[in-house]
């Protein structure tokens, strides 16, 4: 059935998206986008909204009893970088043709604001739903992804049946994505002046040849067919010494690696022990941990360790999703991957929550200083995500 979207639920829902934009909700400071998410959720007629814990916003429709059906969008965004050289004003949602450009359009408050316009069409269209439809905006995604949906299933108790995860994937239909681990290796030296470099063991070089060693490692990774090569970065490194005329002691450096399908954190850190057994220097590797205060004052811990996940394509909730996009929009959508990591690390990597991802916008505008979305893909996916709820919870 095709839910109605009339032009002024198109304009509302663009008017929120640019209160959206307009707000700035980097990690651990979401609190002013959560309240005007739950003012429009209340707005639109969620039956029940509330923020939990950590700070998520959580509403719900529905008449219980059936399945649970969790749309899930981050309200955090990534800092700006340069906001002197975007070429459009980060902060004030400007519409141009019918884009919407600004910080966190595209990831993923345009998702974000779909999900609660959907539970509008719902409403307007006077349908009610078996089970419950829950829209979560959650908190600190962009830093440490799973973490609120891991406080939303363990501690708040509310396990869904099925996840859709409104991330950036141009309306095509996503079945997982690779892992992620962080590490971090500390590599030792020997202190000496630097007017003689031969007194002392140099931490920095030594650190150079584990970083040569990762970069032969590289090629050498697994491969799986569906979620492709596992990938391995050195993405900062630092180092310690008594002033800039010695020779440091110490030198740490950060490895950022995606897990493909058959790797395992504990393969990970092998390969880099390995290295470190191989150069003969002294030097530990460890997982890092990702420590937080949410803006509710909500103390966040967690290993930055993410397992890769993939849906089957036969699965009844990918099955559904392709056939509502299909029948709502006209295409049969694509089947694929996100290539970066999203929420499903947990709900489906470590819950086993059938999920897949489907949103509006361009993966390659997120993170960027040209970050935009086409406010006509926003309203296909309202209404594709009203569709699905249907589909998969029926409806009275």
């Not at 002033?243 to 002691?249: K, L």
């Not at 399908?261 to 290295?275: H, P, Y």
Request: charged share 25%; with cysteine.
């Amino acid at each position: 059935m095709n839910i109605p979207f009339r032009a002024d639920q198109a304009k509302a829902m663009a008017g929120f998206l640019q209160d959206l934009v307009r707000i700035p909700s980097l990690s651990t400071h979401e609190e002013g986008v959560a309240k005007r998410v739950a003012d429009e959720m209340r707005r639109v007629g969620f039956a029940d909204v509330w923020t939990d814990r950590i700070g998520n916003v959580i509403g719900r429709v529905g008449q219980g009893g059936g399945p649970k059906l969790l749309l899930n969008g981050h309200m955090d965004t990534v800092d700006l970088g340069g906001p002197a050289r975007w070429p459009h004003p980060p902060y004030e949602a400007v519409i141009e043709d019918g884009i919407l450009y600004g910080r966190g359009s595209c990831d993923m408050k345009g998702g974000l604001a779909a999900m609660v316009y959907a539970v509008n069409a719902l409403k307007d269209a006077r349908i009610e739903l078996n089970g419950d439809l829950y829209v979560v905006a959650v908190v600190q995604e962009e830093p440490c992804e799973g973490l609120a949906m891991r406080v939303l299933v363990e501690e708040e108790g509310i396990r869904p049946d099925y996840v859709v995860l409104g991330e950036p994937s141009n309306l095509q239909v996503r079945l997982g994505h690779r892992g992620r681990l962080e590490m971090r290796v500390d590599v030792w030296g020997k202190a000496a002046h630097a007017s003689a470099p031969s007194l002392g063991d140099n931490a920095i070089h030594n650190a150079a040849r584990l970083i040569f060693g990762i970069e032969l490692l590289a090629p050498r990774l697994a491969t799986d067919e569906f979620l492709g090569q596992g990938t391995i970065a050195v993405t900062e490194i630092e180092s310690h010494a008594a002033s800039r005329n010695a020779v440091p002691d110490c030198c740490t450096f950060y490895i950022d690696r995606r897990l493909t399908l058959g790797e395992t954190e504990r393969k990970a850190l092998a390969e880099i022990q390995n290295i470190i057994n191989t150069e003969e220097v002294g030097a530990e590797v460890v997982v890092t941990e990702y420590q937080a205060t949410s803006y509710t004052g909500y103390e966040c811990r967690a290993r930055n360790a993410f397992p890769a996940w993939v849906m089957p394509e036969d699965h009844p909730l990918v099955q559904a999703t392709v056939r509502c996009v299909r029948e709502t929009l006209g295409d049969r959508p694509r089947l694929g991957r996100w290539s970066f990591s999203t929420d499903g690390t947990y709900t489906a990597g470590v819950a086993n929550i059938p999920t897949i991802g489907l949103g509006p916008g361009e993966e390659q505008y997120a993170h960027t200083r040209d970050e935009q979305i086409r406010l006509n893909d926003v309203v296909d996916a309202a209404r594709v995500y009203a569709r699905l709820a249907v589909e998969l919870l029926g409806k009275r």
